[in-house]
């Protein structure tokens, strides 16, 4: 079946860097995503990575792809007080490319 | 540019009223999604419309939901009626046609439904 999971809460210091795991059920996916959720918030694309991709950085944005144990990470470097949301992690199942399966999400706690 | 909008911010029924939920995509996006979040969840597929064909409903609990895009742009999302499981985010999202593989989709701020 289609599932993906996450650890449900991470909390840093400001400054430090935080990494956010995801595994995933679906070895055929085409796309692997994460989104961001601000409280009262619609979800907004962070980024992505297609799955040939082992690696893809973005500003303070590192995406960890390792298809053989279906496991996907967002690091995020530097991390700051507006970083603090709840963090999604998504893919495109094989069996229908229209379609988005996300997470339960990882919420992000930022101390200063 | 205006993002996705949707109308009521909140609402709080009692159980067995009817609601609707009004979304108005981003101008020129052709693909439209409804998906539902528990709280503590992830959101989850309820439609998803290509202009005004409903492409996959397959996770709309058809007895009680329904939801209709009659010109292929804003759609509507109804209850009738509401039970107190259906305490939700009602998230309504939409896609550009043909980009789909980048994976973004532009989501409105949610209709948070309460049922007593």
């Known amino acids: 079946g289609e599932d993906v999971e996450q650890s449900l809460f991470l909390s840093v210091r400001e400054g430090d860097s935080s990494v956010i795991n995801c595994t995933y059920t679906d070895s055929s996916s085409t796309y692997l995503y994460w989104y961001k959720q601000e409280p009262g918030a619609g979800l907004q694309l962070l980024t992505y990575?297609?799955?040939?991709?082992d690696m893809k950085q973005d500003q303070r944005l590192t995406v960890l792809l390792n298809k053989k144990d279906k496991h996907l990470s967002l690091r995020i470097a530097d991390t700051q007080t507006g970083d603090s949301a709840i963090y999604f992690c998504a893919e495109t199942p094989s069996s229908n490319t229209g379609k988005l399966i996300f997470g339960q999400g990882t919420t992000l706690q930022v101390k200063p | 540019e205006a993002g996705v909008v949707q109308s009521p911010r909140y609402k709080i029924i009692e159980k067995k009223q009817p609601v609707a939920f009004w979304c108005n995509p981003i101008?020129?996006?052709?693909?439209l999604y409804w998906y539902r979040q528990n709280l503590g969840q992830g959101p989850e597929l309820l439609i998803r419309y290509e202009n005004e064909e409903a492409v996959d409903d397959s996770q709309l609990p058809k007895d009680r939901f329904s939801a209709e895009r009659l010109k292929g742009v804003d759609s509507t999302l109804k209850i009738q009626p509401a039970e107190l499981g259906d305490s939700a985010v009602y998230l309504c999202?939409?896609?550009?046609?043909?980009?789909f593989g980048t994976g973004e989709l532009f989501f409105g701020e949610g209709s948070r439904l309460t049922v007593l």
């Open positions: 990575i297609f799955s040939n991709m």
């Open positions: 101008s020129g996006h052709n693909t």
């Open positions: 999202a939409s896609s550009p046609r043909g980009t």
